[in-house]
């Protein structure tokens, strides 16, 4: 018994200690001309999905929900943002070579239809962010013309 009331208090301890640990925060006030909704200008339908369902994770600028502030948590959260981001950063999308646009794209449509994104861990969370059969059709739609005029 004792040995769990040790335990207890270390965890305790720990927990409360990694509080106090900062994270980076992907969040700026600027929207860069290079950004994929500034470039592209997509329908208010399309972009609206692609801000609710997207940007959280692949942009340089995140909405952090009310838990991000709490350990482990935001250190899993920043882990997340940071990967999304490297994979595809709407904020640098005009950035990119023509040739990794067409290959960002061809990849989003790929895991949009496969239901790989959004992330069912993130929609869990974000109820908003569900993209149903309809708007799923209409932003596959438009970013294939998108591909097509790359």
Excluded at 6 to 34: E, H, K, W
Excluded at 69 to 74: C, D, G, S, V, Y
Excluded at 121 to 144: G, M, P, Q
């Amino acid at each position: 018994m004792r040995i769990l009331k040790i335990i207890a208090i270390v965890a305790l301890v720990a927990l409360i200690g990694i509080q106090f640990i900062p994270t980076t925060r992907n969040q700026s006030d600027v929207v860069p001309v290079t950004d994929f909704i500034a470039t592209y200008n997509p329908p208010k339908e399309v972009e609206s999905m692609l801000r609710t369902s997207c940007y959280d994770c692949h942009s340089n600028n995140t909405k952090y929900p009310w838990y991000n502030k709490i350990q482990p948590l935001a250190m899993l959260l920043e882990d997340h943002i940071k990967h999304g981001s490297e994979e595809l950063n709407f904020s640098e999308f005009g950035d990119y070579s023509d040739r990794r646009k067409k290959s960002k794209l061809k990849s989003f449509i790929r895991q949009v239809e496969q239901d790989e994104m959004p992330l069912e861990s993130y929609t869990l969370i974000h109820r908003d962010a569900k993209i149903s059969k309809s708007e799923k059709k209409l932003v596959l739609n438009w970013i294939n013309k998108v591909l097509d005029s790359i």
